[in-house]
């Protein structure tokens, strides 16, 4: 098998239907051979009657995966998986019609040493937030786009869930998803990482991640996640993230097990949030950093650091 997609899903099944419509019409090269893995992670609506529904215009390949969980459900899809390019995507998007042929076309140019990824457009349910909340948002509400030009990303570019690609051996190599990060309805708290999680370890074994300006999608954002509480809810888990993840490699002074300066950088942030809050200025960026630190240190003083490691079953 040349290529499989993969596509995790819960409880969605209107925009997982969009979303296998268009992949429907997606241009595969002649000759190559795909299939497209739609991950059930314990639905309780008529997901398996809709992608029952287009069995007869795609290659799929259903598989349940009952603990919930967004990096078990990947995993779950990767273990069944028998494609040498993995392309991921979610459950809300519509891709062009170029998108696959574009990431096989970058494959085969570059088959060994690199991982892809693509530019994303936000599709907005209502109307787009205002700007002041756009440059809080987490990348998958504001979308991304590095550009026209095919390149390596810098050390500070990322590629998210909803568009990317990675040759199945370095997925394998890599140890695939680790099942403590990632969105888990069950868990009672927001949870971010996975995809960063697994490019650290992709780029450790000396992965490139190489920006494919054509390979284009556009992500559904629905309403609800255009609001200040959904980007101050992902800010503060990216901030245990990052905390957790670091552990026992931060350096310089420390503070209560916490690096020093970022409670420098908290209390400079948690002032100037204060400040604006009173002038009434509608600028959020400050009250967004502080959240980050604050879950930062946190994580950081908690000393139970989560390694990176094999996530797979």
């Known amino acids: 098998m040349d290529i499989s997609l993969l596509v995790a899903t819960w409880n969605n099944s209107k925009r997982l239907a969009i979303t296998l419509d268009a992949i429907a019409q997606c241009r595969v090269p002649a000759g190559v051979t795909w299939e497209l893995v739609v991950v059930n992670n314990n639905c309780t609506d008529d997901t398996d009657a809709v992608v029952a529904s287009f069995s007869h215009r795609l290659p799929l390949l259903l598989v349940h995966e009952p603990v919930q969980g967004l990096s078990r459900a990947r995993n779950a899809g990767l273990a069944a998986a028998s494609g040498d390019l993995i392309i991921f995507t979610d459950d809300d998007v519509r891709p062009c019609p170029e998108w696959i042929s574009v990431y096989w076309a970058a494959f085969q140019k570059r088959p060994k040493g690199h991982y892809f990824g693509g530019p994303i457009e936000s599709e907005f349910e209502g109307s787009p937030p205002p700007k002041e909340l756009l440059e809080v948002a987490p990348a998958s509400v504001r979308g991304l786009d590095w550009g ?33 990060f990632g969105l888990n309805p069950a868990s009672g708290r927001v949870s971010v990482g996975e995809e960063t999680d697994l490019m650290h370890r992709l780029s450790a074994l000396g992965m490139i991640p190489w920006y494919l300006p054509e390979a284009k999608l556009k ?95």
Do not use: M
């Open 148 to 180: 026209q030009s095919e390149r390596a990303l810098t050390a500070s570019e990322y590629f998210i869930a909803p568009n990317w690609a990675c040759p199945a051996a370095a997925l394998r190599s890599a140890g695939g998803f680790c099942e403590t």
């Open 219 to 313: 992500h559904w954002v629905p309403e609800r996640k255009c609001t200040l509480g959904h980007a101050a809810a992902r800010a503060a888990a990216s901030g245990r993230f990052s905390g957790e993840t670091a552990g026992v490699a931060f350096v310089g002074p420390r503070l209560f097990g916490a690096p020093r300066w970022a409670f420098r950088a908290a209390a400079q942030s948690g002032v100037e949030a204060l400040v604006y809050f009173v002038i009434r200025r509608r600028d959020y960026k400050p009250y967004v950093r502080w959240l980050y630190l604050r879950e930062y240190i946190r994580a950081a003083r908690a000393g139970r650091p989560r390694a990176s490691g094999n996530g797979q079953r």
